[in-house]
T-cell receptor, first 110, second 114 residues
Framework: TQLLEQSPQFLSIQEGENLTVYCNSS?????LQWYRQEPGEGPVLLVT?????EVKKLKRLTFQFGDARKDSSLHITAAQPGDTGLYLC??????????FGTGTRLKVLA | KAGVTQTPRYLIKTRGQQVTLSCSPISGHRSVSWYQQTPGQGLQFLFEYFSETQRNKGNFPGRFSGRQFSNSRSEMNVSTLELGDSALYLCASSLSGPWDTEAFFGQGTRLTVV
């Protein structure tokens, strides 16, 4: 059973479009992270959110942690080909240690 | 500063053999975590070491083990390899743990079991 479900699983969009990726769970997490992974490389940490309702912005990326700390979203504004990659959320809780989401594979076409 | 270094990058082993993978963390980082990534199961947490002690463990069989040395370098061992162990094995280092706001992954070791 996957504890962190991401949607959509795949996304192919044109350069300049906006998109949102979701990370959902029925469990509460004490913190949640988002990573981007490119082929042949390890994941790169984008952000860590720890407070319910928290919103963090990183240039064109906006991250939100749900009020109940069970879900999170990643919004990209004006996507660029350099945003292409596998996006992963990961959550920490006392019970489940450290769990990764199912992943969203994004392709941005020029 | 130097990043997380994993060796070797690629490895081919035969079913039933054992394998040892190495991870050198960023200088000053005391936490090293190991992960298995496969197309079917995604990225799964194996275990985490902090100051030479295993602090957290994922849901993997006892064939998967690890250790951490006093210089924070870590090794992961898989005994009696199975075909299903073929995967990209990643390690990450951080100051305090995988949930750290500054956690860095290596490029991984791609293990193929034939």
């Amino acid at each position: 059973t996957q504890l962190l479900e991401q949607s959509p699983q795949f996304l192919s969009i044109q350069e300049g479009e906006n998109l949102t990726v979701y990370c959902n769970s029925s469990s509460v997490f004490s913190s949640l992270q988002w990573y981007r992974q490119e082929p042949g490389e390890g994941p790169v940490l984008l952000v860590t959110v720890v407070t319910g309702g928290e919103v963090k912005k990183l240039k064109r990326l906006t991250f939100q942690f749900g009020d109940a700390r069970k879900d999170s979203s990643l919004h990209i504004t004006a996507a660029q080909p350099g945003d292409t990659g596998l996006y992963l959320c990961a959550g920490t809780s006392g019970t489940y240690k450290y769990i990764f989401g199912t992943g969203t594979r994004l392709k941005v076409l020029a | 500063k130097a990043g997380v270094t994993q060796t070797p990058r690629y490895l081919i082993k035969t079913r039933g053999q054992q394998v040892t993978l190495s991870c050198s963390p960023i200088s000053g980082h005391r936490s090293v975590s190991w992960y298995q990534q496969t197309p079917g199961q995604g990225l799964q947490f194996l275990f985490e070491y902090f100051s030479e002690t295993q602090r957290n463990k994922g849901n993997f069989p006892g064939r998967f083990s690890g250790r951490q040395f006093s210089n924070s370098r870590s090794e992961m061992n898989v005994s009696t390899l199975e075909l299903g162990d073929s995967a990209l094995y990643l390690c990450a280092s951080s100051l305090s743990g995988p949930w750290d706001t500054e956690a860095f992954f290596g490029q991984g070791t791609r293990l193929t079991v034939v």
